[in-house]
């Protein structure tokens, strides 16, 4: 009965930290919305789910530790709550680039609307694609679904470096829409930064289901 209940704790903790998900990525999708369309009501909405985020990551937390020090699991229960762990710190941190992109929004409100080199709509949804990737792998405990994260990753590294590279120019030859152009940057960033995010989820996930830490190795691969 202990195992059982046990057991039934860690679907318990799983689902926790899905319900999370859901709102970490509900936050991202809506501030790349609002900063599309300007609607500042959505930007408040934002806000109002950060602080849901915020309450769940103290609350999955706490189960996590409190599994850890009453149940002292081992092996694959081990991994799996240690990774929980560490996957809603990750969570919590999307919350903050839908933050960031909110507040953004609200600080170009009152500047002239213009076109710019660059597609964030696009950007924004290959890192919603990630996201979504990451939590289907936790979700399904698959750890190929989640190496099919990691593949993304570069991805939009470049479309970062691209978006930096494109607006650094635009400023350069037009002074007077600097603003929009550095707060685009800054925009390109949170999504960069909630992508490595997802990728963070995906290594964990794989930690979880194969016991391997793929960071070590990309790493290594990387110095080679």
Same mark, same amino acid.
Request: aromatic share 4%; with cysteine; net charge negative.
């Given at each position: 009965?202990?195992?059982?209940?046990?057991? &039934?704790?860690?679907?318990?903790? #799983?689902?926790?930290?899905?319900?999370?998900?859901?709102?970490?990525?509900?936050?991202?999708?809506?501030?790349? $919305?609002?900063? &599309?369309?300007?609607?500042?009501?959505?930007?408040?909405?934002?806000?109002?789910?950060?602080?849901?985020?915020?309450?769940?990551?103290?609350?999955?937390?706490?189960?996590?530790?409190?599994? &850890?020090? #009453?149940?002292?699991?081992?092996?694959?229960?081990?991994?799996?709550?240690?990774?929980?762990?560490?996957?809603?710190?990750?969570?919590?941190?999307?919350?903050?680039?839908?933050?960031?992109?909110?507040?953004?929004?609200?600080? &170009?409100?009152?500047?002239?609307?213009?076109?710019?080199?660059?597609?964030?709509?696009?950007?924004?949804? #290959?890192?919603?694609?990630?996201?979504?990737?990451?939590?289907?792998?936790?979700?399904?405990?698959?750890? #190929?679904?989640? $190496?099919?994260?990691?593949?993304?990753?570069?991805?939009?590294?470049?479309?970062?470096?691209?978006?930096?590279?494109?607006?650094?120019?635009?400023?350069?030859?037009?002074?007077?829409?600097?603003?929009?152009?550095?707060?685009?940057?800054?925009?390109?960033?949170?999504?960069?930064?909630?992508?490595?995010?997802?990728?963070?989820?995906?290594?964990?996930?794989?930690?979880?289901?194969?016991?391997?830490?793929?960071?070590?190795?990309?790493?290594?691969?990387?110095?080679?």
């Amino acid at each position: 009965m202990p195992r059982i209940n046990f057991q &039934l704790q860690l679907v318990a903790l #799983k689902d926790k930290l899905l319900a999370m998900a859901a709102l970490s990525q509900q936050a991202l999708s809506l501030s790349l $919305e609002a900063y &599309l369309t300007g609607d500042l009501g959505l930007c408040d909405h934002v806000r109002e789910i950060e602080a849901a985020i915020n309450t769940a990551e103290r609350d999955v937390d706490e189960m996590a530790y409190d599994l &850890l020090a #009453k149940e002292q699991p081992m092996a694959i229960d081990l991994r799996f709550i240690l990774s929980v762990i560490k996957i809603n710190g990750d969570l919590e941190r999307i919350g903050d680039q839908a933050t960031n992109i909110a507040s953004r929004t609200q600080f &170009l409100h009152d500047s002239p609307k213009i076109s710019l080199p660059i597609d964030i709509p696009d950007m924004g949804e #290959k890192v919603g694609v990630m996201i979504r990737r990451a939590i289907q792998s936790l979700l399904e405990a698959d750890a #190929k679904l989640a $190496e099919s994260v990691l593949a993304m990753d570069d991805e939009i590294d470049d479309m970062n470096r691209d978006v930096q590279n494109e607006l650094m120019e635009v400023m350069q030859q037009h002074p007077v829409v600097s603003g929009q152009a550095l707060n685009a940057i800054i925009i390109s960033r949170n999504l960069e930064r909630a992508a490595d995010h997802a990728t963070n989820i995906a290594e964990d996930v794989i930690f979880w289901v194969r016991g391997s830490d793929v960071r070590h190795k990309l790493s290594l691969a990387e110095a080679d």
